[in-house]
T-cell receptor, first 113, second 114 residues
Framework: QKEVEQNSGPLSVPEGAIASLNCTYSDRVSQSFFWYRQYSGKSPELIMSIYSNGDKEDGRFTAQLNKASQYVSLLIRDSQPSDSATYLCAVNPLGGNTGKLIFGQGTTLQVKP | DTGVSQDPRHKITKRGQNVTFRCDPISEHNRLYWYRQTLGQGPEFLTYFQNEAQLEKSRLLSDRFSAERPKGSFSTLEIQRTEQGDSAMYLC????????????FGSGTQLSVL
């Protein structure tokens, strides 16, 4: 079993819809969770971080964390064609002060005009 | 813009040759990371430095790989006797001083081993 699992997709949604991206992780003691966006041919860019159970909102993005069920999700409201990219879920299993992250394989999102 | 800079952007080499990549982190960041990413996969952690000290290396980092950060500023990643399986994007990232897991990635070096 992979430590961080995502459905590779592609996930296709129409412009203006809500895109829902999911991620599960295997290490129950994981402390910190991140969503990175990666456009084709570009490097990953941090868009959300979440540390506590519940929801965290930032503009059109909402990250959700459920540690009991070991899943993290990212909701993108009012999806735009410019949101088309691969979304990487990353977990820091130990928390603390390092950027040693475990990434999932990423979910490709396609937003169709 | 003083983001993370990597050089070269692309490198094509023949199997068995040695290659070296350079990374210049954001100037005020004291932590520097190397990750490797293959097509369709997420980045995999290779190693990281705090200032000039290499604090952790992944089991993925065979003895053909060596990384340095001699003065706590730029870093180099060398791969000796390259193999076709080394073909990947090599990403460098840096993070600020203090408690931080937020990585700022460079554009990466795409390595192709023929």
């Amino acid at each position: 079993q992979k430590e961080v699992e995502q459905n590779s997709g592609p996930l296709s949604v129409p412009e203006g819809a809500i895109a829902s991206l999911n991620c599960t992780y295997s290490d129950r003691v994981s402390q910190s969770f991140f969503w990175y966006r990666q456009y084709s041919g570009k490097s990953p860019e941090l868009i959300m971080s979440i540390y506590s159970n519940g929801d965290k909102e930032d503009g059109r993005f909402t990250a959700q964390l459920n540690k009991a069920s070991q899943y993290v999700s990212l909701l993108i409201r009012d999806s735009q064609p410019s949101d088309s990219a691969t979304y990487l879920c990353a977990v820091n299993p130990l928390g603390g002060n390092t950027g040693k992250l475990i990434f999932g394989q990423g979910t490709t999102l396609q937003v169709k005009p | 813009d003083t983001g993370v800079s990597q050089d070269p952007r692309h490198k094509i080499t023949k199997r068995g040759q040695n290659v070296t990549f350079r990374c210049d982190p954001i100037s005020e960041h004291n932590r520097l990371y190397w990750y490797r990413q293959t097509l369709g996969q997420g980045p995999e952690f290779l190693t990281y430095f705090q200032n000039e000290a290499q604090l952790e290396k992944s089991r993925l980092l065979s003895d053909r790989f060596s990384a340095e950060r001699p003065k706590g500023s730029f870093s180099t990643l060398e791969i000796q006797r390259t193999e076709q399986g080394d073909s990947a994007m090599y990403l460098c990232a840096s993070s600020p001083t203090g408690p931080s897991e937020k990585l700022f990635f460079g554009s990466g070096t795409q390595l192709s081993v023929l």
